[in-house]
């Protein structure tokens, strides 16, 4: 499937952009060149192995099955199958007890990433030939889920390395619920927006469900927006009635002798087809749902009849209660962050097609229009694919992002003069150097809700000292701090503060004359090298790059994940 977007005109060097929507229960995969208007979803997957057909679909089941023959993923693997499911859950930091299959499941993600890159590398090869193919530079965009932390988005890029891409140009990580807005915003009649218009996205998927706002703020050349509050989220996606589901029926069946894997896996499929997308309470009540439960004997007590296990709706309420309620309260808990009304929700996602969801996200927020996307499912691939295009070539922007809101404190810890009026005294120490009462300070350069854009980097400077009687000084390392939980930035390093990476200066190559040059003398009566240096942040939309300045010179520059 192809779906058009207007351009201005395209880059000298044409360039070919990947987006890779990787999800806990189904992935997909967007591509454009940088010298067409037209982007391509890949909706052709590779079937059962035995058949070389192929199935038509805009996604391909997170799903991966290894034989003494082959490693079989997505429609390969053949129904009522043992397989390893949910694996990308493995990445986040959140301990998710029970949902994870395997200890291997960082391998796992790695040997299915191969696979939907031969499937991807064999579709290009179709479509534009392997000469071209060759000679064209690539540039991958791997969406990832925004409240991970910077470690689950790194293992997530490493695997993706893993994989075989290493030869691309570049992998961006890009935000999905942002990918997601980008696409869905740019599709709306731009005719009925409004500057100051809010709309609050929620991307609820297998896995995480996104909770992002932004405000319109221009509508013309291109549609422009700012992140409207602080974007937030949970671990409540589909897959989570699944596992419910999973629990439920276990405990229901699982003490009979004749029960077992396939039984659960021919259940779940019935689940996952056909439930879990047509669920609504008040038709459950009405009309009894079954699975199929072949080989158990008749059992009234239990509600199996003719090889189908009959649930009541009370059971299945409690089964979608909690997972929806947990979404419902998340995007209400957004609204109230909003400043101002807000204009409608949009509910993208694989869950997010969800009917009964859509209802009770309606009945909770009204009057606020709840409005279903087209291409919902695949607006995170898709708008990967456009934040892709934006970057290669700035004639090519859809939407604009004018600024993000900082979803943490982001800081350094440096020592200064103590200040009764400010610091905690249990928090003072001496400083023979200072011969006066000195702290440890953390110094923010951003605030969590603090606007931040692309193209104005954050700078905090600092200054380091050194005993000249030592020596010279073979290095200067800085670490960035973070904060993710506290409202108000705290004076202090408090637990909530963590360590976010690492910066390190080699100032071996400076010259005697040089580091001379930065001699004083301090209260101790000793003479110290006084090195002045900062901190450059570059604040993207799922990492943050960060470069350490020192005498003038560009350090160590890192990239860290920005959730």
């Known amino acids: 499937m192809d779906v058009d977007f207007s351009s201005n005109s395209a880059p000298e060097s ?14 997909g995969v967007a591509w454009a060149q940088t010298s067409s208007d037209r982007q391509m979803a890949i909706t ?14 805009e996604k391909v089941p997170t799903e991966l099955r290894y034989t003494p023959e082959r490693t079989e993923w997505g429609f390969q693997i053949p129904a009522r199958v043992q397989r390893h499911q949910w694996f990308k859950l493995a990445f986040a930091e959140s301990n998710i007890e029970g949902m994870i299959q395997s200890l291997d499941a960082e391998q796992h993600t790695t040997d299915y990433l191969k696979e939907l890159y031969k499937h991807l590398m064999h579709t290009l090869e179709q479509e534009i030939g392997l000469v071209h193919l060759r000679n064209l530079p690539m540039e991958f965009c791997l ?80 549609l422009k927006v700012a992140e409207a509050a602080v974007g937030t989220g949970g671990f409540c996606g ?23 894997d396939k039984i659960l896996a021919a259940a779940m499929e019935v689940f996952e087809t056909v439930i879990k997308r047509q669920y609504m309470p008040t038709t459950a009540a009405q009309n009894p749902v079954s699975v199929p439960v072949w080989g158990l004997d008749d059992d009234r ?24 309620l947990s979404i419902v309260q998340l995007i209400q808990a957004q609204i109230e962050e909003c400043r101002g009304d807000v204009t409608a929700i949009l509910l993208v996602g694989g869950f997010g097609q969800n009917i009964y969801l859509k209802s009770r996200i309606e009945a909770a927020v009204d009057p606020i229009k709840v409005l ?24 090519l922007t859809t939407v604009g992002i004018v600024s993000r809101a900082a979803r943490k404190h982001y800081g350094l810890e440096l020592e200064v003069r103590f200040n009764a009026s400010k610091h905690l005294e249990s928090k003072r120490y001496f400083s023979r150097k200072d011969q006066a009462f000195v702290v440890n300070e953390m110094q923010w ?13 954050h700078t905090i400077n600092f200054v380091a000292e050194y005993l000249v009687a030592n020596g010279h000084p073979n290095s200067l390392s800085m670490n960035i701090l973070c904060d993710p939980h506290s409202r108000q930035a705290p004076i202090h390093k408090i637990g909530s503060v963590q ?19 930065t001699m004083v003398m301090q209260a101790d009566g000793q003479q110290y090298y006084r090195i002045a240096g900062s901190i450059e942040a570059m604040f993207l939309s799922a990492s943050t790059k960060y470069t350490l300045l020192c005498q003038g010179k560009r350090y160590d520059s890192v990239t860290a994940g920005y959730a």
């Open 238 to 260: 589909s897959s989570f009635l699944n596992r419910r589901f999973q629990d439920f029926l276990t405990a229901k069946l699982g003490h009979i002798s004749k029960w077992d």
């Open 499 to 517: 360590t976010l990476v690492s910066l390190e200066a080699d100032l071996l190559p400076l010259s005697t004359a040089t580091l001379s040059r």
């Open 14 to 27: 044409p360039r070919l952009i990947v987006g890779i929507d990787f999800g806990t229960t189904f992935s």
């Open 143 to 222: 969406t990832v889920p925004a409240i991970w932390s910077e470690t689950s988005k790194q293992k997530t890029l490493m695997a993706c390395q893993d994989a075989g891409m290493k030869s691309a140009k570049e992998i961006l990580l890009v935000s999905e619920p942002e990918a997601a807005a980008i696409y869905t915003l740019h599709g709306l009649d731009q005719q009925g927006l409004s500057i100051g218009d809010t709309f609050v996205l929620c991307d609820a998927g297998g896995g995480t469900v996104d909770l992002i706002a932004y405000t319109v703020t221009a509508l013309r050349p291109v």
């Open 445 to 457: 350069f951003i605030r969590r809700g603090e606007a931040v854009k692309e193209d104005k980097p």
């Open 372 to 395: 279903q996307p087209a291409n919902g499912w695949t607006a995170v691939v898709r708008g990967a694919v456009m934040m892709g295009l934006t970057r290669s070539d700035s004639a």
């Open 301 to 324: 007590n239990l509600g199996i009849r003719r090889a189908r296990f009959v649930i009541e709706s009370a059971d299945l309420n409690a089964v979608f209660e909690p997972v929806v």
């Open 44 to 57: 052709s997957w590779p079937s059962l192995t035995d058949t070389h057909d192929e199935t038509s679909s």
